[in-house]
């Protein structure tokens, strides 16, 4: 199955995604929640594609993505109720507003669950061609090779992601201040590239400050499958209810070790609003 999807997500980067990247036509962008929540015709025919061919190779499946939960064709309820049979959480095209900048710093991610346990996922470097793919305890592929996060370091040798351009200004405060001598560079608005930078052991660490599934359960699993280890702030396993957390300073905290990550925690979230 991981080489049936991934042919399917390559296809559809080929037909849908690619010719339209840096080649957008007047009308072809809109926004959803806000100036800043755009959608493309590309993520939009992606998405369609990807749930008519992924249900065409597992008639049973039900296959969700992004848009079409923004657009409110699907629920939590919809997953919930899919009991043990195979769920696709697909998010067409990640880090919309970068494609639209004509930066490459974009990509494809699914994930299939069963049972609400994320089993297998996929992140595709479309621009690269690079197709990175997890199934959970067989360990994280890039175009066959396996990848790992990656060693436990010093602290001050320490490098990765934060998301303060989406924290208020207290806990963006809180965060500097904590996190003094680590290098922390703000997100790049790609959740996908930002996984596989942990996963290939280029970065340390990632931070998230926003839950939505189709931006985390690809990447938690080929981040875990690479060695590395994630949670939500309050040390929870991230999975398919987490977006519903209720608390105002939730997040995820993906780390290259168990070790690495209690660290970061203790120094940046544990004082947190205390």
């Not at 320490?158 to 996190?179: C, V, W």
């Not at 995820?252 to 209690?262: D, F, P, Q, V």
Request: proline fraction near 3%; hydrophobic fraction near 40%; include cysteine.
């Amino acid at each position: 199955m991981i080489e049936d999807i991934s042919d399917i997500i390559r296809r559809c980067a080929a037909e849908i995604i690619l010719p339209r990247f840096r080649n957008l036509k007047d009308g072809d962008v809109t926004t959803k929640t806000g100036p800043r929540d755009l959608v493309t015709i590309a993520d939009t025919e992606a998405e369609y594609f990807l749930q008519d061919h992924i249900k065409r190779l597992i008639e049973n499946a039900l296959v969700v993505g992004e848009e079409s939960i923004s657009r409110g064709e699907y629920s939590a309820q919809d997953i919930q109720a899919h009991g043990d049979q195979p769920i696709f959480i697909v998010d067409p095209i990640d880090g919309t507003n970068n494609f639209v900048k004509g930066s490459d710093v974009f990509g494809v991610m699914v994930a299939m669950l069963i049972n609400g346990v994320c089993q297998k996922a996929w992140i595709y470097d479309v621009v690269q061609d690079k197709m990175t793919t997890a199934a959970l305890g067989q360990g994280a592929y890039t175009n066959g090779v396996a990848i790992h996060a990656s060693d436990t370091k010093e602290v001050s040798a320490l490098t990765g992601y934060t998301s303060l351009r989406y924290m208020n200004k207290a806990d963006k405060a809180h965060f500097i201040e904590h996190g003094q001598g680590i290098n922390m560079v703000d997100s790049t608005g790609c959740a996908a590239h930002m996984y596989l930078d942990v996963a290939h052991g280029r970065k340390d660490f990632t931070i998230f400050t926003r839950l939505k599934p189709w931006d985390h359960l690809p990447g938690m699993l080929i981040c875990q499958e690479s060695g590395a280890f994630g949670a939500n702030w309050d040390g929870s396993d991230y999975d398919i209810n987490s977006p519903h957390i209720k608390s105002p300073h939730s997040g995820i905290l993906t780390a290259n070790s168990e070790k690495t990550w209690r660290i970061l925690h203790n120094m940046l979230i544990s004082s947190l609003h205390r």
